[in-house]
């Protein structure tokens, strides 16, 4: 098994997209992560006839919580240090405020597997800092994202004619016979 040198990490959707992973390159922070998933059930009650039962319908998104620390540092002007620019950088370009926001971005993590977690979207970016302490806390909540699988195509004519539409797939005409204005249900009689 190969040895994960980094807590996660997190790929933008971008064509060339960016990849993050924490702590970044200078070191100097951590990470707490806690997965929670769960089915959804439908709950069947004894009747008398039938014992009571879970019904399994599918799965729930899984949610993942993430708490980062790291110190803040300063260059040698006195401007954010590379710690801090690292940090800054990664929570702007996954943050609910920019252009990948709503965007199913990849994510890399030891217990990923048990969870059955490949891409996830970020719902949630807070950070807090207490000046004095030299600290920075960002909390981060993510949820898992499967792609949607494609409805099927129609491959049958329906029975029934409906309105016409151009999303619908093959359509059924419905012909009326009509008479012209001045006719009866009766032919005209024509004599020579």
Request: cysteine-free.
């Amino acid at each position: 098994m190969a040895t994960v040198l980094f807590d996660f990490q997190i790929s933008t959707p971008d064509p060339g997209g960016k990849q993050w992973w924490w702590p970044g390159p200078h070191g100097g922070g951590n990470a707490s992560i806690e997965y929670k998933s769960a089915a959804e059930v439908k709950d069947v009650k004894a009747d008398g006839k039938n014992n009571g039962r879970h019904t399994f319908l599918g799965y729930k998104n899984a949610e993942i919580d993430v708490t980062l620390t790291w110190k803040v540092d300063f260059d040698e002007n006195g401007g954010p240090g590379p710690i801090d620019s690292y940090a800054n950088s990664m929570l702007a370009d996954i943050s609910t405020r920019n252009a990948n926001a709503g965007k199913a971005m990849g994510w890399i993590q030891r217990r990923q597997r048990i969870h059955n977690v490949d891409d996830v979207t970020v719902e949630l970016v807070t950070t807090k800092e207490t000046p004095g302490t030299m600290s920075v806390t960002a909390t981060l909540k993510l949820f898992s994202w499967v792609k949607p699988v494609p409805e099927p195509a129609v491959t049958a004519t329906p029975d029934a004619a409906g309105p016409w539409s151009p999303t619908q797939g093959p359509q059924v005409a419905k012909f009326t016979k009509r008479t012209l204005p001045g006719f009866a249900k009766t032919p005209p009689k024509v004599t020579p």
